[in-house]
Nanobody, 126 residues
Framework: VQLQASGGGLVQPGGSLRLSCAAS????????VSWFRQAPGKEREFVAG????????SYTNSKKGRFTTSRDAAKNTVYLQMNSLEPEDTAVYYC????????????????????WGQGTQVTVSS
């Protein structure tokens, strides 16, 4: 399985970006896909996740309302819509996936994921 993250770039504060995570090699009919990010000098942290079956989502508290994750089964792709971006959102964003339908409370557990994308850089700056 390969995950291809894309959609990053340079955006001004207050702007928006939509990241995509396209999976190839298999479809996640019952699995879980999440987004993590790693800012310079900081540890990688959970941002948002979605269970493929049912579309249930989970977000880290600070991202609720600004970030939205969704999936397109036909395209085998998960999205992360990011609005009202702040300089503090600058980081490399990674998508991760597992064929397991995880309990929502466990989505931030990085060791639970079997597959990781290569990351896409998001820079928020004026």
């Amino acid at each position: 399985v390969q995950l291809q993250a894309s959609g990053g770039g340079l955006v001004q504060p207050g702007g928006s970006l939509r990241l995509s995570c396209a999976a190839s090699g298999r479809t996640f009919s019952s699995g879980t896909v999440s987004w993590f990010r790693q800012a310079p000098g900081k540890e990688r942290e959970f941002v948002a996740g979605i269970r493929w079956s049912g579309g249930n989502t989970s977000y880290t508290n600070s991202k609720k309302g600004r970030f939205t994750t969704s999936r397109d089964a036909a395209k085998n792709t998960v999205y992360l819509q990011m609005n009202s971006l702040e300089p503090e959102d600058t980081a490399v964003y990674y998508c991760a996936a597992t064929p397991v339908r995880m309990v929502l409370s466990a989505l931030p557990t990085q060791s639970s994921y079997d597959y990781w994308g290569q990351g896409t850089q998001v820079t928020v700056s004026s």
